[in-house]
């Protein structure tokens, strides 16, 4: 069947796998707790893994290139009239003390809080229209996904991926973590900035413990990933592995990494819901991923996003709160990466 575009913006699941090529589905939607054979299944699961269904299997799925895409979408100009109301300075500082009291007392080496801005607009067609015509302008390193209905949805532009499982031996994952403004003057470049690197250095250090215990890992130097607006601190980390995984099974051992939970992971779980956010996080930070029939595939971390449930839209955001963190340089950079959520999907 060839694209249904408005079949699709009623009730569509979208992610981008490789430079220049999306994954779509559209049609009637069949939800399981495992994925079928012999389907394509996208992964949808919200951050706490709580979902008991999060394997989507859409009526129609297709690969395109992000070109057809935007030609398919076309181009909106007028954006949607939103009122946002900020997230709360108060919360986010009962927040930041908390896990920097962890972190004294030793429980903690590195926690992440987050918060929600708040808007209210109208999310029908036009709006999901309107937000998919502005991401396809944008590609790798950014990866596109999403999932909608009729009443509620997300829709996202990520830099972060958890793994690939590029072969039923390979997997390849990231370390990512560390973020300033790009080209920002007045603060050190990240190879040189000791609160961002020791924040970068956790992570990596988690991922690398996990993925030993399944075969050979070999990391990569750490680089900066320059995107439109940011930059970040950027580890490349492969595993051959002894045996082969299961696409969740991964996704168990991996989520949240350090870059968006608790370090050390293992010890830090019980203070994960604590350093909580809104009453319902839903998809922010939760992996969302396709498995192919052959079992191999990709998971992004559901970062830079909108999520909307009838009129009622929010953005979140999170950093890293390590030893050296400050209060304010936090929430400038919180504030910052929900204005760059903005500017990318137009809105």
Not at 196 to 205: A, F, M
Not at 267 to 296: C, M, Q, V
Not at 319 to 331: A, D
Request: hydrophobic share 35%; charged share 25%; with cysteine.
């Amino acid at each position: 069947m060839s694209f249904n575009v408005e079949q699709f913006l009623q009730h569509g699941v979208i992610i981008a796998t490789l430079p220049g090529k999306i994954h779509i589905g559209w049609g009637e939607m069949e939800w399981s707790a495992t994925p079928f054979e012999s389907k394509k299944a996208f992964y949808l699961p919200d951050f706490f893994l709580s979902t008991e269904e999060p394997w989507l299997h859409p009526q129609h799925t297709q690969e395109m290139g992000i070109h057809e895409f935007q030609k398919a979408m076309g181009f909106m100009e007028h954006p949607p009239q939103i009122s946002w109301q900020a997230p709360s300075s108060l919360f986010f500082k009962e927040q930041f003390l908390f896990i920097k009291e962890l972190i004294t007392i030793g429980e903690l080496r590195k926690g992440v809080p987050i918060v929600f801005e708040h808007g209210e607009t109208e999310t029908g067609i036009l709006f999901k229209r309107y937000l998919l015509s502005h991401m396809a302008q944008l590609d790798f390193p950014l990866r596109i996904y999403g999932y909608w209905d009729q009443t509620s949805g997300i829709l996202g532009l990520t830099p972060e991926t958890l793994f690939e499982l590029k072969t039923p031996y390979q997997i390849k994952t990231m370390a990512l973590a560390g973020t300033r403004p790009r080209d920002d003057k007045n603060r050190a470049p990240l190879l040189q900035d000791k609160k961002e690197l020791n924040e970068h250095y956790i992570v990596i250090d988690e991922i690398t413990q996990i993925l030993e215990r399944w075969g050979q890992v070999k990391t990569q130097p750490t680089d900066v990933l320059q995107l439109p607006y940011l930059e970040h601190l950027k580890t490349e980390i492969e595993v051959k592995l002894k045996q082969t995984h299961e696409f969740e099974e991964i996704v168990k051992e991996l989520h949240p990494t350090p870059a968006l939970g608790v370090a050390p992971r293992d010890a830090g779980k019980k203070w994960l819901s604590k350093i909580n956010t809104d009453p319902d996080r839903s998809r922010f930070g939760a992996p969302f991923g396709l498995r192919n029939e052959n079992g191999t595939g990709i998971c992004l971390v559901a970062i830079r996003n909108v999520q909307w449930q009838d009129k009622k839209i929010k953005i979140g955001s999170g950093s890293g709160i390590v030893h050296e963190s400050e209060l304010n340089r936090e929430w400038d950079e919180q504030k910052l990466k929900r204005e760059v959520v903005k500017k990318m999907l137009g809105i």
